[in-house]
């Protein structure tokens, strides 16, 4: 009885360690969630299907933080500075005249471009300070949404539906559905299945982007991303260009952050300039994270069921918190805890040193 006993201890313990106590806490808080919402009235088909929506939105931003975290850089706080290259690409396809599936399409292609060339140089800051990446990167998003402020209200950009009403500058918030550049992916061939809609384009472009993402991280410059990341001085040792492997690196992470962003807007239906991207690396790591990843491994498989369960989460906390407490908005509340307690978990769970 004693051995069954040590048996069920170990195989908890195992089952905890293999999907990490993040993600086994918040799967079970979110489906004891679904569990009150249908009790409460509150239509499951419906939750299911912003669930969707939200994880399709968001799922390229917390992809980003991937080849980040693997070349050993920790997870990308810098996120902002990619986020800024696609609403740039965005706004100067605005600005030719680009309407509908041509509009995305020129919007993505030029982010790209803008992301090669700012994620270089990132890149090299990264090499420059290492072992404080974390720090560095966070402040360097902050500064660059602050300078982007100013160039919003300086850039000689005048197309109508982007132009301030008094004048000079940028509106804050651009309406993407006069262009007809609101919800492009998500209604492409998109279905309902047993009352739950399925944002198809959205969630295959998502897939995709995971699908590409995991066939480079098995490539030979994957790999020798990931041993850079792991293992720093044996990789040096056996020939292994780390610091050229860490540009390439942020590269991709922030072009992901770039392509994310117009991804984003599309679903969302409006493009938000100026302060909007300042805090939306937070939600994107602490997405990881929940799926299992660490400050210095991550896989696409983490990224998959991080952003389900994390937008699952909020999109169900919020009709579910304003039923039981009727009158009050605990949803902002909730959605801050968890998201940057999950953040301060993954963080203490970084070893010292050279770790």
Not at 23 to 39: E, H, N, P, Y
Not at 110 to 132: C, D, M
Not at 330 to 341: A, D, H, W
Request: proline share 3%; aromatic share 10%.
């Amino acid at each position: 009885m004693a051995e069954l006993k040590d048996k069920k201890r170990y195989g908890i313990r195992d089952v905890i360690q293999s999907v990490g106590l993040p993600t086994l806490i918040i799967g079970v808080f979110l489906i004891m969630l679904l569990f009150a919402g249908t009790a409460l009235g509150i239509p499951l088909s419906a939750l299911l299907s912003d669930t969707m929506r939200r994880a399709g939105m968001n799922g390229i931003l917390v992809l980003a933080m991937v080849p980040s975290i693997q070349s050993g850089t920790g997870p990308n706080f810098a996120l902002p500075i990619g986020i800024v290259c696609g609403l740039f690409g965005l706004v100067l396809s605005i600005e030719f005249g680009f309407t509908g599936v041509t509009w995305f399409v020129v919007a993505v292609l030029l982010a790209v471009i803008f992301a090669v060339f700012v994620g270089y140089f990132y890149g090299k800051l990264l090499n420059a300070v290492k072992g404080s990446e974390m720090t560095i990167a966070t402040y360097t998003g902050f500064s660059i949404v602050a300078f982007m402020c100013l160039l919003w209200l300086m850039l000689p950009l005048s197309h109508p539906n982007m132009q301030w009403f008094m004048g000079k500058g940028l509106r804050e918030t651009i309406q993407l559905d006069a262009i007809g550049g609101a919800h492009i992916l998500n209604d492409f061939l998109k279905f309902e299945l047993f009352g739950v809609i399925i944002p198809t384009g959205l969630l295959m472009v998502f897939f995709a982007l995971c699908l590409i993402i995991w066939i480079h991280s098995k490539s030979k410059m994957g790999i020798s991303i990931s041993a850079g990341g792991i293992n720093p001085q044996f990789s040096h040792a056996s020939g292994v260009e780390i610091n050229k492997n860490r540009i390439s690196a942020n590269i991709i992470s922030t072009i992901l952050g770039a392509v994310g962003i117009i991804v984003y807007s599309q679903s969302y239906g409006y493009a938000q300039l100026y302060n909007a991207p300042l805090m939306m690396a937070f939600p994107a790591v602490a997405a990881i994270l929940i799926g299992g990843a660490t400050a210095s491994k991550a896989k696409v498989s983490h990224v998959i069921i991080g952003v389900f369960l994390f937008q699952g989460l909020l999109t169900t906390a919020l009709p579910v918190a304003n039923r039981v407490f009727e009158g009050t908005d605990l949803s902002e509340i909730m959605r801050m805890v968890i998201q940057n307690g999950i953040i301060l978990y993954a963080l203490t769970q970084v070893k010292g040193g050279d770790k």
